[in-house]
């Protein structure tokens, strides 16, 4: 069922998208893009461009008339056995020629800048639309046809240039000059002609291209369906390895690729069928005026140079009608693969800033304060995950929240970092509240060290520096070693030149955590969260670790979402979550003394401990 977006009203359709477009729609989104009201550089090379683009039309159509006086002017007259050579009427056919293919090379090549800068232009927004959308607009879709619906709407953004601009406009409008032509040097019949086969080979066309259209769409969902599946499987590799699914997995893709096959078989079939139709229609206009044409020559009425004429522009016009088709079936499957890309653009955001939002303002210190009051919150209308959440955390304070999994332990950082607004009650920085902020200045506050450590397929040092880009590569070895990892790093082969693979594979689990702790110390933020940030380490790394966390701690408010309570026990507070509520909170003493749920957590997890290190020994 249809929802509505919070920011900008837009219908979405059952895959979270506004609804499909039209063909005109997406066009006069490009529209702004190709004249650009802020940008008087591109407007004067579209009008340069138009400009060589008439020069080369004119040309064009003057070279027949040329070449027809030129054969009238070579035909024997009376008898006459020597012929006089037209020298002016050949050089100005020679001219005319090369006029009309150099103002279309000089068109281009005008043009080119104003369509790749748009395409750019185009591009950079959609990626950085994109970013500012929500987190649940991005964990309900799959990265991969994201990225391939800006890659096809670029290069279908290109073909729309490039091809609509100047060849279907023109070629229309050349169409009429020569049909306009030819009732002026003919007669009312031989125009007729021309515009029916004009107008019955257009029409043929669209008639097709509503058709092929909709298999083309079909074709896009399988390939995007494919290629997610594909991208799917090949970042879960090892878990692919571990179960022993490869053939599982190429099945899956197979399924897709047999969908995909069998919807370009049908693409490419439907073309065949339109060009046949295509040919026909122009064979029998072409035939039918030359019969016309021959009976006027043998009749007296018409010269050999006129029949010329009519069978050079009726070629002339063969050419781009036949061109057309193509065009005219590019640019509709460019404006389908447009589409998608100017649907992403009409996504608002669910988490934006308020028209009035203001920076974060800094107290006194490099700590802040993070306090909720009576915070609720569900990640859908039917299920509430958080039920009235109130705390408090002094600046340079640590706060410890425990408790089961699923009991709304990350989606309290997630309300902090404001990827999700709360449904009620208040998260207050600094007794600011975070909704009334900039999300910029928020998050400049904030640092993460998350459980599931993500590394980009680059450097060590372009990894740490991700923490502040910019930073010179003193500041970067004093974050490697406030985390504990420059030693590691010096005894690489090429240090912090290291690529550290897709995710950060070539990594160990430890290393990379120590190098996105030296990430968010380089940030220098004034909160910190750790979220999990140990749980997916063995005891002895998690203890090694625990020391970086302390130095990157220090001086800062701290937020710990653990799940071994012996991670948290030099907490200043300890929060006891289930259920979405607090059912505890105090120090580590003072919650073990009570004999509750802490208690119960502590006591299973020491035996849990016993017994593996039990099993170890």
């Known amino acids: ?48 461009a138009f400009g060589f683009l008439l020069l080369a039309k004119v040309a064009t159509v003057a070279v027949p008339l040329v070449y027809s006086r030129a054969v009238d002017a070579l035909a024997p007259k009376g008898g006459e056995g020597m012929l006089s050579i037209p020298l002016a009427l050949i050089l100005g056919y020679g001219l005319l020629r090369l006029a009309s293919a150099a103002f279309a090379e000089l068109r281009d090549a005008v043009f080119v800048a104003v369509q790749q800068r748009i395409v750019r232009r185009v591009a950079i927004r959609t990626f950085r639309h994109l970013h500012r959308l929500s987190m649940r607009f991005h964990m309900d879709r799959q990265t991969g046809g994201l990225s391939r619906a800006i890659e096809r709407g670029t290069t279908g953004m290109q073909t729309v240039l490039r091809l609509g601009v100047f060849n279907v406009v023109p070629t229309l409008a050349e169409m009429l000059l020569v049909t306009g032509i030819i009732w002026r040097l003919f007669d009312w019949r031989f125009a007729l002609i021309t515009a029916a086969a004009v107008a019955s080979y257009v029409g043929f066309t669209m008639s097709f291209a509503a058709f092929r259209v909709k298999i083309r769409r079909t074709m896009n969902d399988m390939d995007n369906e494919a290629n997610n599946r594909a991208l799917d499987s090949l970042l879960n590799y090892e878990t692919v390895k571990y179960f022993g699914n490869e053939a599982h997995e190429a099945r899956r893709f197979d399924e897709t690729q047999a969908r995909y096959e069998r919807a370009a078989v049908r693409v ?60 005219y079936m590019s640019i509709r499957q460019g404006l389908v693969d447009m589409e998608q890309m100017f649907r992403l653009l009409q996504v608002g955001q669910e988490v934006a800033d308020a028209p009035d939002a203001r920076p974060l303002q800094a107290a006194p210190g490099t700590a802040a304060a993070v306090a909720f009051e009576d915070v609720r919150f569900g990640y859908r209308p039917d299920r509430e995950i958080l039920h009235g959440v109130s705390f408090r955390v002094p600046a340079g304070g640590k706060l410890a929240i425990v408790g089961p999994t699923g009991a709304g332990k990350s989606t309290i950082s997630r309300l902090l970092f404001r990827f999700y607004d709360a449904t009620g009650g208040r998260v207050l920085i600094d007794g600011q509240d975070v909704r009334s902020l900039t999300q910029d200045s928020l998050r400049a506050a904030i640092g993460v060290v998350p459980q599931d450590t993500v590394l980009f397929n680059d450097t060590i040092r372009y990894n740490i520096a991700y923490g502040r880009p910019g930073a010179t590569q003193d500041e970067i070895e004093r ?32 290393e990379k955590q120590r190098v996105a702790i030296a990430r968010t110390i380089l940030k220098d933020p004034r909160i910190l969260i750790l979220d999990e940030a140990t749980s997916a380490l063995d005891t002895r790394t998690e203890q090694d670790i625990q020391s970086a966390l302390r130095a990157a701690a220090r001086d800062r408010t701290t937020l710990v979402i653990a799940h071994r309570l012996s991670t948290v026990v030099d907490a200043d507070q300890i929060i006891v979550l289930t259920d979405g509520q607090i059912a505890e909170q105090g120090t580590h003493g003072a919650l073990l003394a009570r004999g509750g749920v802490y208690a119960r957590m502590w006591a299973l997890q020491a035996e849990q401990e016993a017994q593996e290190q039990e099993a170890a020994d």
């Open 268 to 327: 490419q079939v439907s073309l065949n069928l339109l060009n046949i139709g295509q040919a026909a229609i122009i064979s029998v206009a072409l035939t039918v005026l030359m019969l016309m044409a021959a009976h006027g020559v043998r009749a007296g009425t018409m010269t050999v140079g006129r029949f010329v004429l009519v069978n050079t522009y009726l070629m002339q016009l063969y050419q781009p009608l036949n061109f057309l088709g193509f065009v």
């Open 479 to 510: 974050a490697a070693r406030a985390a504990q990892v420059h030693e590691f790093v010096q005894r690489l082969p090429q240090g912090y030149d290291t690529m550290v693979g897709e995710r950060g594979l070539k990594l160990s689990g430890g």
């Open 1 to 48: 069922m249809a929802r509505t977006l919070r920011t900008h009203g837009v219908p979405l359709d059952a895959e979270g998208m506004p609804p499909v477009r039209t063909a005109w729609a997406t066009i006069r989104s490009l529209i702004p893009y190709v004249w650009p009201r802020d940008d008087r550089g591109v407007r004067l090379r579209v009008l340069a």
